[in-house]
């Protein structure tokens, strides 16, 4: 079945640094990936859209410029949040969907930030 | 723009009850809906989909239904086991490649 994974699992780090998580594809090409952010007893918050190739689209209220999406390949994007402050702290999930599995989408483990 | 509204919030049952949990939304014109299945701390496992045409699905004890017409979808959950204990998520999609709108989930409890 369709593989999406997502590194790393947990990550802690100091106010103002960046922060990179990754989300491969494994076993499919991703058309288009979607970033979430979920706070503890909420839902799944859409943060962007992106496509392979292009750039991604953000949904309103999501800085663009704390969240740099990346989807330079068809089995890879990445989330850079940058300048992080202890507000970002929260937890981070990707799914990939492809042209070939349009039915239902694969998500990753997640990656919880923890920023101090 | 889609609200999709889960009830019960959360629900607290003895072990060998079955269940009903509710997800409504608000535009009828989805391409599909999903249930899916969330333990703390962890990501999301699917556990049901059904496309816009179908109006039920099952897996195990598991049955999810679909009224598109109504904007409703119930997840049927027999036999509870304390293995059960998530949080359950609806979500619909409105387009072949779209985005998922979530509800707030479930938070289910089921103890031995």
């Known amino acids: 079945g369709a593989v999406v994974s997502q590194h790393p699992s947990w990550v802690i780090c100091k106010s103002g640094t960046s922060v990179k998580i990754e989300c491969r594809s494994l076993d499919f090409q991703a058309t288009t990936m979607f970033w979430y952010r979920q706070f503890p007893k909420q839902s799944l918050m859409l943060m962007a859209t992106?496509?392979?190739?292009?750039?991604?689209?953000?949904e309103q209220g999501v800085e663009k410029d704390k969240f740099l999406i990346n989807h330079a390949s068809l089995t890879l994007s990445t989330l850079t949040v940058t300048s992080a402050h202890p507000e970002d702290s929260s937890f981070y999930i990707c799914?990939?969907?492809?042209?070939?599995?349009?039915?239902?989408?694969?998500f990753g483990s997640g990656t919880r930030l923890t920023v101090v | 723009k889609q609200e999709v509204t889960q009830i019960p919030a959360a629900l607290s049952v003895p072990e060998g009850e079955n269940l009903v949990l509710n997800c409504s939304f608000t535009?009828?014109?989805?391409?599909?809906l999903q249930w899916f299945r969330q333990d703390p701390g962890k990501g999301l496992t699917s556990l049901l989909l059904i496309q816009s045409s179908q109006r039920e699905q099952t897996s195990g004890r598991l049955n999810a239904s679909l009224d598109k017409s109504s904007g409703r979808s119930t997840l049927y959950i027999a036999a509870s086991q304390p293995g059960d204990s998530a949080t359950y998520l609806c979500a619909v999609r409105g387009s072949t490649l779209g985005r998922l709108y979530f509800g707030r989930g479930t938070q289910l409890t089921v103890w031995p």
């Open positions: 535009d009828s014109a989805i391409y599909n």
């Open positions: 799914s990939a969907a492809s042209t070939e599995q349009i039915l239902g989408y694969t």
């Open positions: 992106s496509n392979e190739g292009s750039k991604a689209t953000y």
